[in-house]
């Protein structure tokens, strides 16, 4: 069965398999959804009224907000040190910005109740990124994730198996979604698309903006923290990929 809730302007879906009851499913799901709305309200810097946006106005102080705010900038903090400010959640001018991780922060912090479906298996992604657990829907085979092409959300370069070894994937790029990625020095994003695939959904993503924002080094790092790594160049109207030694296209 496929779900899917609507939150931050964009659409969550939820793949699961048909062992999970019907009525659970959609009451999981509103709730899902309320959970989404509740950290766009917290961080979205296109909200006037949000914590991070008045944080960055000087209006109030992170002790002020709700204590995940505090987490998320924690966590932006620790993968500006791991990634050597190849992502960062302050932009020119000091203004606070974590959007880089916020997207896959809300989806691992719903996974507790995709848990509690006790489901066999599910997948649970938004636009790039996604996280899986348990059995694929076919039996014998892992969940598959398809990669967009970067200049065409609608094309695929290919697909990955989650759940052999990796459990999540993140994709960052320039190309369709780009205002969330700048780089420490002002130039020109190295890569146009990253994909990363490990074991913590958050993690994947920030690597992947760090990765499109800081290029080649940035992606040996992201190997050396356990990841794989495929990330896009455009050359001549072409897709070149530089890809890590485990990175395995499915079959």
């Not at 799901?29 to 106005?57: I, N």
């Not at 709700?66 to 959640?89: I, M």
Request: net charge negative; charged share 20%.
């Amino acid at each position: 069965m496929i779900v899917s809730a609507h939150a931050m302007a964009m659409d969550f879906t939820l793949d699961v398999d048909d062992s999970v009851d019907e009525q659970l499913l959609r009451e999981t799901m509103l709730h899902v959804e309320r959970d989404l709305t509740w950290a766009d309200s917290v961080f979205s810097t296109f909200k006037a009224d949000s914590c991070v946006s008045r944080l960055g106005r000087g209006e109030i102080a992170v002790a002020d907000c709700p204590p995940a705010v505090e987490q998320v900038l924690d966590l932006c903090a620790e993968y500006s040190e791991s990634t050597a400010n190849a992502f960062t959640a302050i932009r020119d001018g000091g203004q606070i910005d974590p959007t880089g991780i916020v997207k896959t922060w809300a989806m691992d912090r719903v996974r507790w109740r995709l848990d509690a479906l006790q489901a066999r298996g599910w997948l649970w992604g938004c636009a790039g990124d996604a996280m899986v657990s348990g059995i694929g829907p076919e039996a014998g085979r892992a969940w598959r994730v398809g990669i967009a092409h970067p200049e065409d959300r609608f094309r695929s370069v290919g697909a990955i198996e989650l759940g052999r070894g990796h459990t999540a994937i993140a994709t960052s790029g320039t190309s369709i979604h780009g205002d969330h990625i700048w780089t420490t020095t002002g130039g020109a994003p190295w890569y146009v698309q990253a994909s990363v695939v490990g074991d913590d959904l958050i993690a994947c993503d920030a690597w992947a903006t760090a990765i499109v924002a800081g290029g080649e080094s940035v992606a040996l790092a992201a190997q050396e923290h356990g990841m794989d790594v495929l990330a896009l160049r455009m050359v001549d109207g072409q897709v070149v990929a530089d890809r890590s030694p485990g990175w395995r296209w499915a079959a």
